[in-house]
C-alpha cells in the first residue's frame, strides 16, 4: 500500500513540475521499468523515479542505475528505510505523512547543503569551518527542484559521513557545489600561508610537562609562541655521541622506507588537497624531500644534524616528518618556533 501511495505522490509532483508523468514505464527491448517515468514537455529530457520500498543489494542498485544512464534517463531512488546503498547511487530518504505530525511526503536524507562559519578559536583555524549537512525539504518541492535543474546530483572527491551514514553522492544546489569549491581553495591558500609565515605549532614533546603545557596555553591566548628559556644541560658526552649516532642513523635508514614515503604523500594531500611529489631519488638534510606546487614542502626522515636552522632560515617553513617520538625530540630540542613536525609512525609506547 505505501509503494502504491508513494507512486502516486512522484507521478503527482512530477505533473505539478509542469512535465508528462507516467506510472510503470518499460523499455522497449525491457531492460528496465520505472516506476514513475517524468518526460520534459519538449520530449527531450526524461528522468526516472523508483519508489524503493523492498530489499536489494547494492550491486542491483547500481546496475539498474547504469541501464538507466546507458539510455540517457537520469534516476533518482527513493527509499522508506535507511537503506544501506543510499547514497552509492542517486537517492534520496523520504517519510510518508503522519496524522498530527506530517501532512505531506518528506525528504529527510539525500537533500544537502554546505554551511561555513567563522572560527571563533583563538588562534582562528585557517581558513574557517565549513561542511555538508543533511537538508529536509517537502518530496514534492524536491522533485520541483530537480526537474527545474534548481537541485543536481553531487559527488563527494570523498565519501561525506552525514546523519551516521558515508555518503558518496547527494542532491545539492549548483551554488552549494561552487561554495564548497571555493570554500576548500580558500583554506589551502589560508593553510599555505600560515605554514610560510611560520606561526604553526610545534608539536609537543610530550603535551603533559609543565612548560609545555604554559608555552601553548599563551600561545591560544596570544597567537604568539613564546621565546623558550635558556637552560644549562649537562651531560655524559659519549653518551650523548652515541645517541646522536643512534638518531642519525635511524633517521637516514628510514627516510627511504616506502611505507613512510606513501604515509608522507597522504598527509599532505588531506592536508592541503593539493598533489605532493617525493622524488626518493634525492635527498635533502638527510632526508627525502616531499614538493608541493614545485616547491620544497617537507622533508621525509630528515637527519637533524643536517638542518643547521641558523646558515638556512628558510627551512623552517617546511613540515618535517619524522618516523617515531624519538626522532621528533632529536629535531624540537633545537628546533626554531614554528615548525611542524608530523610523527608518521611511532612504535614506542
Known sequence: MEHRLLKVELVTAVREAGWHGALEVSAPDGRWRA???????????RMAWEAQLSSITEGDVRQRTD???????????VATQPRRWRGSVPSVLARPPVEGQRTAWEVTEGLARFVTEPCLHRPPCPGG??????????????????????????????????????????????????????????????????????????????????LSMAREAAFRMTGVWPSRPRTSLRFNSRSHR???????????????????????EAWVQAETGGHPLVKADQELAGGTPVYLDGSV???????????DWQRWPGRRVWVLFVACRGELKRIAVSAP????????DDPDP
Open 129 to 210: 569551518h565549513g561542511e555538508w549537512q543533511m537538508a529536509q525539504a517537502p518530496l514534492r518541492e524536491l522533485v520541483s527542484w530537480i526537474l527545474g535543474r534548481r537541485v543536481v546530483p553531487h559527488r563527494y572527491l570523498e565519501p561525506e559521513r552525514l546523519v551516521e551514514h558515508w555518503w558518496q553522492q547527494v542532491w545539492t544546489s549548483p551554488q552549494y557545489v561552487s561554495l564548497a569549491a571555493d570554500f576548500a581553495k580558500a583554506r589551502r591558500r589560508a593553510r599555505r600561508r600560515n605554514t610560510a609565515t611560520g606561526t604553526v605549532q610545534v608539536v609537543p614533546l610530550d603535551g603533559s610537562d609543565p
Open 242 to 264: 652515541g645517541d646522536q649516532g643512534a638518531a642519525s642513523s635511524k633517521a637516514s635508514k628510514d627516510h627511504g622506507d616506502p611505507r613512510l614515503i606513501a604515509a608522507a
Open 297 to 307: 614542502y617537507g622533508i621525509v626522515c630528515p637527519d637533524p644534524d643536517q638542518l
Open 35 to 45: 516506476d514513475v517515468m517524468a518526460t520534459s514537455p519538449d520530449g527531450t529530457l
Open 67 to 77: 541501464r538507466y544512464t546507458s539510455d540517457n534517463i537520469q534516476i533518482c531512488w
Open 337 to 344: 618556533n614554528g615548525v611542524r613536525i608530523v610523527i608518521l
